[in-house]
C-alpha cells in the first residue's frame, strides 16, 4: 500500500516524561489520571448517557469547534477558535474551563485519518494544555445547556516547530460529583496545517466546479411555433433563484481558480425557461413557468464565471457510463445515443456560454473504473477518463501520492482525482462545526501530501457531482485558503492531464471483480436501455414521414439522453415513470396519423371505386407514405387487376385526404379488404384498417328489364308528343274559324257546338302521361368520417 510505513504522531519528550513524574510524586493517583488525560472509570451507579458515552471513548461534554481562524495560520497571526460546549451528562459538571492543546506532529495522510476518525475520544493522547491564560471557565455546566466560547492564541505561544500539520484539540476539563476530581471531560481535534514560508515545489492542484443537476424536461413541447417545452417539476427555479443551491455554486465558484465540469443539459434546461414554458400541474393541464427573469440573471452569471476559464462539457444529460458500459452495451443501438450525447454537448455549451469547451473527459460515478467502463467511455470520442484512487489504488507500494496522469494505454489517460480531498466535502455541512472540521482536514491532507516528497506535483480533485449550498460554500472556503497558502497552486485539467506522469504509479485498470458493489446495485438496469432502444425504433418510424423532423427528432432525442442520466441512480422508480412518459408521448403523436375506420360496403357493378381517407391530425405534414388496399378473396375482388394497389400519400397538418382505389368483380358474394399504411422503406405504420365488400354481380335478365323499361318510357314520351301536336294543330284551326265568325256571323253553327271548349281541353290535357324526372344517383356524397350500412361506392 502507498503508506505502509504510515505512524501517528512522536514519542513524548524528556520534558513532558519529567513533568508527568513530577505531577505522580506531588499530588499522587487521582492528579495524575487527570494530568494523562485519562478519566477514572465511571463509578457502579453510573448509568445511561453517563455510562454510554464512557464506554464510546466520549465525555460526557460535548465540545462543538465552529470557527478557526485563520485555516492556515503565519508567522504573526493570531488563532481564534469559537464554538459552544454542552453538557450531555445527568450531572453538573463545576470548576469547568475550556482550552487549546497542541498534539503531536502528523507526519502521514494516514496520521490525519485517524485523528479524524476519534475526533472525541477522552482517552487519547491530546497534548499538554497551551497556558492558563488562553482559557476560558465556567462556574457550572448544567445538564442539556449548551455555552459558547472563544480563544484566541497568538500563533507563537503554540509552539509550533516544523513545517507540517499538528494536531489541534479544544479540551474542556472539570469535576462531577460522581467523580470530583479534574478530569477532561470532552474533546474535539482539528488539525492546524503550519507552512508559514512558500516552498519551491508547490503542490498543483486542479479543483473540479460541477454544474450539474437532475432531470426537469420531458420530451413534450407545444403546437405553436416556438415549441413551448414542457418541464415535469419546477424544482430547477429553486435552484437557480438567489440562495438556490446552483446559485450559490455559480457565486461562489467565479472567485475561485476551477475547471467547471458542465453539464449542457442543465443550461438548455434553464435557456428553455428563459422564455415561455409550462410545467404539469395536478391535474391534467400544465401550468405556465413564471421564472424568466430568473434564468436570464442566472445564465448571466454562468457566463461571467466561466469567461477565460477551463470548461468541460459532460455528454449532453450526463449519461451513466458505468450502467452503460455493464448493462447496456448488449442492447443494440445503446452507444450510439453516448455518441448523439456527446457529439451535441459541444454545440450546446458554445451557443449558450459562448465559450468553447472540452469534450475529451469522461467522469464515471464516483470515479470508479473498469476495463468495460473505460471502453464505453472513449468509445464516443473521450481519450481521458477522471478515476479516483480509492477505486484505482496503488500496487507498488509507493509512500506518496503520485501525480493524477496515468497511461492506461490505447492513447488514453486516466486522470486519478484525489480521493481524501475529493471526499472531504461529503456529508452535512450546515453545522458550522462540520464544515469547519471538513475545511481543516482537507488543508491538512493537501500540506501532508504536498510534503511527502520533495518534487512538484500533479493533483485533481473531483468532489460529488451535485454539491449542496452548504457543501458548495464548505468548498470554496477551503479552496480560498487553499490558493493563498503556500504549499499549492492552480492547475487547469486539461494541464494536469498533460503532466509528466509518474514512472512508478499504477497504470493498469482495476478489474471488473473490484468495482464497488454499492455502486453496481444502484446502477440502471437493462430494461433501461431496452425501453430507450424501443423507443428509439418508434421514433425513427415516425420522423420519416414527417415534412419538419426537427420539431420532433430534437426533443425526444434529449430526453432519450436523459433518461441514461446519472441523476437517476437510486431512484429507479422515478426513472422509469418518465422513460414511460417519453414512450407514450412518442405513441399518441405516432397515432394522429391514421386510416379512419369503414364499415361494409356494397359494389354492385362489375367495377367501381372505393374510398380510403387517411386523417392527419399533427400540425405539421406528413409525407413518404404509402397506403396499400389489399383484397384477401382477389378472384372475387380485385384490386387495380391484382390482390392490391399501393398509392403515394401526403397529407397537410390538420388535414384528411380520400384516396380511392379501383376494383372490379368477378363473382358475387363478401370479400374481405385490408388498408394499411407504410413507411417507403416498407414498414407498416399504424393501426390497418379491415372492412368487407359485398358484391352482387348483375345479370342478362336484370338487363333485359332494364332495357324494356327504358323502351317504354321512350314510346310513352313519343306518344304524348304527338297527341300534344295533334291537339294544338286543333286549337290553331279553331281560333282561325273563330275569327272568321266574328266578321260574316256563324255559318255552320253545328260545326260551332262541336268545337271543344276549354275546360274540354284542360281534361284531355289532364289524360296525358306524366313526364318522369331525372333518377337518383347510384353513389352518396362523400363524407369524411366512416361509411355507413349499405353504402355504395363510385362507378
Known sequence: MAEAADFQGTNPSPARRWLRRTGVLLTGVPLLAGLLQLPAAPPAEATGADASQAASGAGPVSVSVDALTPGAPTEGDTVTVSGTVTNKGRQDVTDAHVGLRVGPLLNTR?????????????????????????????????????????????????????????????????????????????????????????????????????????????????????????????????????????????????????TWVVDPDLLASVEAMTDRYEVSGEGDEPVVGGHQEVAKRWLTEVQKAVTDKEVVALPFGDPDLASLAHNGTSVTGSLSHLKEATDVASRTVEAILHVKPLTDFAWPVDGAVDPSIVKVATSAGADKVIARSDTFEETAGLLYTPSAPRPIGGGTTAVVADARLSTAFQGDMTKASTSTLAVQRFLAQSLALDLQTGERRSVVVAPQRTPSASQARTMAEALGILQDGGWSESQDLMAAARAEPD?????????????????????????????????????????????????????????????????????????AVYRSGVEAYLDTLTGRVRLIDKSEMKLSGRSATIPVTVQNNLVQGVEHLVLRLTSTSPTRLEIDGGAYEEQPVTVSGGHSQSVKFTTSANANGRATVIAQLYTQDGQKYGEPVTFDVKVTEITATVMLVIGGGVLLLVLAGFRMYTQRKRAAAREAEEQDRGADGDTDGPQNPEAAQERPTPESGADARTDAPEQPSDPAPDTAPEKAGPSGTGERVDR
Open 503 to 575: 514512472p512508478a504509479a499504477a497504470t493498469k485498470v482495476p478489474p471488473a471483480s473490484s468495482y464497488p458493489s454499492s455502486l453496481r446495485k444502484r446502477e440502471l438496469p437493462r430494461t433501461t436501455f431496452e425501453q430507450i432502444q424501443r423507443t428509439q425504433a418508434k421514433l425513427d418510424k415516425f420522423k420519416v414521414i414527417l415534412s419538419d423532423q426537427s420539431r420532433v427528432v430534437t426533443p425526444f432525442g434529449r430526453a432519450l439522453n436523459r433518461a441514461m442520466s446519472v441523476s437517476w441512480r437510486g431512484r429507479q422508480a422515478e426513472a
Open 110 to 258: 494516514s496520521g490525519i485519518d485517524g485523528v479524524a476518525k476519534n475526533s472525541t475520544d477522552v482517552q487519547s493522547v491530546i497534548g499538554p494544555e497551551v497556558g492558563d491564560k488562553y482559557t476560558e471557565e465556567f462556574d457550572k455546566l448544567t445538564p442539556g445547556v449548551s455555552q459558547p466560547f472563544t480563544l484566541s492564541v497568538p500563533v507563537n505561544k503554540l509552539d509550533l516547530g516544523e513545517d507540517g500539520v499538528y494536531q489541534l484539540t479544544v479540551a474542556l476539563s472539570g469535576q462531577t460529583s460522581a467523580q470530583p476530581w479534574p478530569q477532561t471531560l470532552g474533546v474535539q481535534r482539528t488539525f492546524l496545517p503550519w507552512q508559514p514560508d512558500e516552498t519551491s515545489t508547490k503542490t498543483k492542484t486542479t479543483f473540479l466546479w460541477p454544474l450539474v443537476s437532475t432531470v426537469h424536461m420531458t420530451a413534450e413541447t407545444g403546437s405553436d411555433e416556438q415549441q413551448t417545452p414542457l418541464f415535469h417539476d419546477d424544482e430547477l427555479a429553486e435552484e437557480i433563484s438567489p440562495g438556490g443551491r446552483l446559485d450559490r455554486m455559480v457565486a461562489l465558484g467565479e472567485g475561485l481558480d476551477v
